[in-house]
């Protein structure tokens, strides 16, 4: 699980339960995405929430879920200017 904390103390992660998240403070969970399947039955992810594309479609949720997570990564996680 990558975890940023920001020199202010905001920490900024990935959801996961990897570690009790409530142990550094007060928490606030947002959604940053959806993953859902198409009337064709491809998954399409949908990463409006954070300001993000729309991705796919990829045959198996799994691929879907994969690149969710690597856009969140590559260009949600370590924004700088919300972690002030």
């Not at 998954?43 to 691929?63: H, N, Q």
């Amino acid at each position: 699980m990558d975890l940023i904390i920001s020199p202010g103390g905001v920490a900024r992660c990935i959801y996961a339960e990897a570690i009790d998240l409530a142990e550094l403070g007060r928490v606030q969970i947002r959604r940053a995405s959806y993953v859902e399947p198409g009337a064709d039955g491809r998954w399409r992810v949908d990463l409006s929430p954070v300001g993000g594309p729309a991705l796919g479609p990829f045959e198996k949720r799994s691929d879907g879920l994969a690149a969710e997570l690597r856009w969140l990564r590559d260009h949600w996680l370590n924004l700088r200017e919300e972690c002030k």
